[in-house]
């Protein structure tokens, strides 16, 4: 089975909340939300991956040294293995814009379990709950 490696982000703002989109028609999973980011390119380092899919995705500027490893999903779909480091971040440049035709919301962490997320989402969910 083919593993994919995708990279995410948990944008926290002031207040304790996580920055979370909603895939729009068109796309695989369309309507579920997830965290921002997405597949790493022939030979690109997960964060260099982040930074580039933030930009891209959001329009924000983050430095490296702003994203933490927090854990990762490692999920089965039917067709390929998911492998997903996701990173928290609390600091960037810009505000963080639909920029692909996605809705964001802001969302705390204890209520992120009542939007339909990607099976590969759901166990990171907890982790987040602890930290925030």
């Excluded at 989109?21 to 796309?27: F, I, M, V, W």
């Excluded at 430095?63 to 480091?85: G, I, R």
Aim: charged fraction near 25%.
């Amino acid at each position: 089975m083919k593993v994919t490696l995708v990279c995410a982000v948990a944008l926290v703002d002031a207040d304790g909340r996580v920055l979370i989109a909603k895939r729009p028609e068109g796309k695989q999973l369309a309507g579920m939300w997830e965290f921002p980011g997405g597949k790493l390119e022939a030979g690109e380092r997960p964060e260099t991956a982040l930074i580039r899919e933030l930009k891209e995705e959001l329009g924000i500027n983050v430095e490296q040294s702003c994203l933490a490893p927090l854990t990762f999903a490692s999920h089965a779909y039917d067709d390929f293995h998911l492998l997903m480091p996701l990173y928290v971040c609390r600091r960037w440049k810009g505000i963080p814009t639909a920029l692909e035709g996605q809705e964001l919301k802001w969302a705390f962490p204890r209520d992120l379990h009542t939007y339909p997320m990607p099976p590969a989402d759901l166990p990171l969910i907890p982790h987040l709950v602890d930290l925030l």
